[in-house]
């Protein structure tokens, strides 16, 4: 007959060994008013950088167009047509 589950070997753990250099505990350093403005600085200015590369950019290649457009009716304009 098969052993009964009160008849098998049971393996028993060791108790853990407490550390003995354990880091502390670490605790979140305390969200300040000063904490939040810096943060939220940093968070305008990036935005703020990246926002005016694409205005720039969009500018650039709007006005680009429009020179192009201009130029083309300048040539035309020269040509006589």
Same mark, same amino acid.
């Given at each position: +007959?098969?052993?009964?589950?009160?008849? /098998? @070997?049971?393996? $028993? /753990?060791?108790?853990?060994?407490?550390?003995l250099?354990?880091?502390?505990? @670490?605790? @979140?350093? @305390? *969200?300040?008013?000063? $904490? *939040? /403005?810096?943060?939220?600085?940093? *968070?305008?200015?990036?935005?703020?950088?990246?926002?005016?590369?694409k205005?720039t950019?969009? +500018? /650039?290649?709007?006005?680009?167009?429009?020179?192009?457009?201009?130029?083309?009716?300048?040539?035309? *304009?020269?040509?006589?047509?």
């Amino acid at each position: +007959m098969g052993l009964l589950s009160a008849d /098998r @070997p049971k393996t $028993v /753990r060791n108790n853990k060994r407490p550390a003995l250099q354990s880091p502390p505990d @670490p605790s @979140p350093a @305390p *969200i300040t008013e000063n $904490v *939040i /403005r810096t943060t939220v600085e940093d *968070i305008i200015q990036n935005q703020k950088e990246s926002l005016l590369g694409k205005f720039t950019l969009t +500018m /650039r290649t709007m006005l680009n167009n429009e020179l192009k457009s201009m130029r083309e009716d300048i040539k035309d *304009i020269r040509l006589g047509y």
